[in-house]
């Protein structure tokens, strides 16, 4: 079997973690979500917590990334300030990681921009997971057995700070259905089906062109 490539983007509350986490066991895969900037700390041999101030989904994300925006486009001449520096080395840092994982065999790679990191690489499966905010709500209660008034501040900062990065670090809409080829409301349906649904997904898509 070719192997198969996961990105998933998924919304606070839309259980990426753990049908991401079941699909790469599923599928025999490397599961890669804390991992990444874990492997990055190590890269720039800076600690942890530096490396997650700076990952996307940081309750910090927002101020950080609105912060540099302002800074992204320096004066003709002036050098870029050095958070912008800091920010580019561990987005660069970040993205690497994200093309050796893939390219290193079956992975299932959560968050981090990665359908964009990969782009239309061969046999590689974009998926968006998302749902009614409600919904997501809910979900998030049950998982993290917390009440709706934490639920619903956890939603508004963790999407917040994921649609920042990746619209200012690579200019998308993380929302853009376009971005995937597979948009799955897990708010619907349980982890077990939506894991059944992306694992013939991505054998699909691993699998060669058929020949005449």
């Known amino acids: 079997m070719a192997r198969s490539v996961v990105t998933i983007s998924a919304s606070y509350g839309a259980s990426g973690s753990q049908i991401g986490r079941e699909l790469a066991r599923r599928l025999g895969a490397r599961f890669f979500d804390r991992a990444i900037p874990a492997e990055v700390a190590r890269r720039l041999a800076v600690p942890l917590e530096r490396a997650l101030a700076h990952d996307e ?82 979900q998030a209660m049950r998982a993290e057995g917390i009440d709706r008034k934490t639920a619903r501040h956890r939603l508004r900062e963790s999407d917040r700070a994921r649609d920042a990065y990746v619209r200012h670090a690579y200019g998308a809409d993380p929302h853009d259905h376009q971005l ?29 062109p058929a020949h005449g």
């Open 180 to 208: 995937y080829h597979l948009v799955v409301d897990s708010t619907a349906l349980d982890p077990a089906t939506c894991v059944d649904l992306l694992t013939l997904a991505a054998f699909a898509r691993s699998e060669p």
């Open 57 to 138: 989904a940081a309750p910090s994300g927002i101020a950080r990334v609105l912060h540099s925006c302002g800074s992204f486009m320096p004066w003709p001449g002036q050098p870029p300030s050095p958070s912008e520096i800091g920010e580019r080395a561990f987005r660069a840092e970040t993205e690497r990681v994200i093309h050796e994982a893939a390219g290193a065999g079956a992975a299932v790679l959560l968050g981090r921009a990665a359908a964009l990191v990969l782009g239309d690489a061969p046999g590689t499966l974009h998926v968006r997971l998302d749902g009614p905010q409600a919904r997501r709500v809910e």
